[in-house]
């Protein structure tokens, strides 16, 4: 069993550029969720995928957008960087399906280090 | 707005004693619970889950404990390790049927430090 994996570890971009982060989910699992964290906070969720279609979104604007894949791996783009956009951006994995008393967990990449200069 | 809020930033406690950290929430469609503990260049790892039907859950050295009423839970490491060392972040999932499904709500982490 594979764990969730994310590509590159680190990036460093100029403002206004473009960048794409890569997600592989855990095998088995059918539901991809990212999520922004800056420096001292939680992480946010900025959406969910869900069998290739968005399901479900955070207050991100429309310059976040995702795709994910008929394998479930996944990727998350940002246009128009911003400075403010520099955080650790995180993948997690899950099984739609999951929940009541069976348990529920989604499992997490190491993320990616994004740095807006 | 702030649904899921960890007051202690930090939290310092010996090696073999108890760490109880705290989390409060604010959402009762929230129908299940997750802690999760992160190292510094990790990702956070899943520790243990409850859900709204439960009001404890029990893993080995961690348990977690569910207070609907006062909205309010609770994760205890008995005995505590240097090993426990990291950031501990509480979640919450809303209940499914909503478009916000399986997105997890999270507090702002407390600091566990375990001395030796």
């Known amino acids: 069993e594979t764990g969730v994996t994310q590509s590159p570890t680190h990036l460093i971009k100029t403002r206004g550029q473009q960048v794409t982060l890569r997600c592989s989910s855990q095998s088995g699992h059918n539901t991809v969720s990212w999520y922004q964290q800056a420096l001292g906070q939680g992480p946010q969720f900025i959406f969910q995928y869900y069998r290739e279609e968005e399901n479900g979104r955070g207050n991100f604007p429309p310059r976040f957008s995702g795709l994910q894949f008929p394998n479930y791996s996944s990727e998350l783009n940002v246009n128009a960087l911003e400075l403010d956009d520099s955080a650790l951006y995180l993948c997690?994995?899950?099984?739609?399906?999951?929940?009541?008393?069976?348990?529920?967990?989604?499992?997490f990449g190491q993320g990616t280090r994004l740095t807006v200069v | 707005d702030q649904q899921v809020k960890q007051n202690s930033p930090s939290l310092s406690v010996q090696e073999g004693r108890i760490s109880i950290l705290n989390c409060d929430y604010t959402?009762?469609?929230?129908?299940?619970f997750l802690w999760y503990k992160k190292y510094p260049a990790e990702g956070p790892t899943f520790l243990i889950s409850?859900?709204?039907?439960?009001d404890k859950n029990e893993d080995g050295r961690f348990t977690v404990f569910l207070n609907k009423s006062a909205k309010h839970l609770s994760l205890h490491i008995v005995p505590s390790q240097p090993g426990d060392s990291a950031v501990y972040f509480c979640a919450a999932r809303l209940m499914a049927g909503g478009t916000s499904y399986g997105k997890l709500t999270f507090g702002q982490g407390t600091i566990l430090t375990v001395h030796p």
């Open positions: 409850i859900s709204s039907i439960k």
């Open positions: 997690a994995s899950s099984l739609a399906g999951q929940g009541g008393k069976e348990g529920y967990e989604a499992f």
């Open positions: 959402n009762s469609m929230f129908d299940y």
